[in-house]
């Protein structure tokens, strides 16, 4: 008859480390309701991201634990997700029916940001969240396309807001679905910016645990309205390995960094070639420069994606590399930087905004 304390099993919890929180399972407070019954042992898992793509991996790595213990024979581990609305900047306060605002940014041009955008916000449906997507790039809206919808136009039920489109199971908004395809947005930046916050606050987002801010490359207007009016609670800056790209990528990061927007991580973009005749490596681009960034500036290493012909094909046609190959290796890649991303987001403050009431000063 095993005769095993519940301390006995935290310990052999707090063993494992969570990749994508870089924590014990029991300092990031997701262990619950241990209880030990005879030779079988029950508790609950509640993360605060996402993780389907990991569950069979962590319970797996739990039992093994576990079952070391002596006289133990049975491990029951129940696994949940609990995303919860995170701190934004002081002066705003969160939008009704969205949790938490990602924006996803880049210095320059080119370095294929919407595609990791996009892919970033069907890698997190995926884990099991509830995901919109916002294309903030007006001169160059590419979401529609990339997500097979170019042809699209949302719905209006009130004549004032807009109806998502979905596709996917993703909410998605864009002024592309407003445009044709070929029409030149050939506006100044005020224009900009009010259609990017008409965008996103006309839109009835159903209940989001996060929205993916596709912004446009550089620091102008459009990343100063973002910072300034919309609530952001954090930032993926998008680079490539060289260095032309790196210093852009560094003035994203710096202005993040200013407005109080956290960031939750770099993205290498490009970082190896394949060869897709003989599957030779080569880094076209230079290497490990994301990483070095990150590390220079004390900010998350998310990963690091492949040029592949494939990634492009996939955006090209309207389903991404999540969907056009789920269990192949790319696929794989960016879910494990949606849960990183996710996972780095959970550790960041809570948002209490919602439980202080708002007071009114009324002269009777």
Known sequence: ???ISQEQVEVAIKSYIDPHTEQDLLSSKAIKNIAVDGDKVIFEVVLGYPAKGFEAELTQALSQRIMELEGINQVDIDIRYKIIAHKVQKTLKPIDNIKNI???ASGKGGVGKSTVAVNLALALSKEGARVGILDADIYGPSQPRML???NHQPQSEDGQSLEPVMSYDVQAMSIGFLIEEETPMIWRGPMVTQALEQLLMDTRWK???YLIIDLPPGTGDTQLTLAQKVPVSGAVIVTTPQDIALLDARKGLKMFEKVEVPVLGVVENMSVHICSQCGHEEPIFGQGG??????QYDVNFLGALPLDKSIREGT???KPSVLADSDGRIAQIYRQIARRTAAKLSLQSKNYAAKFPTITVENN
């Open 290 to 295: 994301g990483e070095k960034m990150a590390e």
């Open 207 to 209: 209940e989001l645990d």
């Open 316 to 318: 090209d046609n309207g």
């Open 148 to 150: 097979g919808i170019a």
């Open 1 to 3: 008859m095993a005769n």
């Open 102 to 104: 990602i924006a996803v």
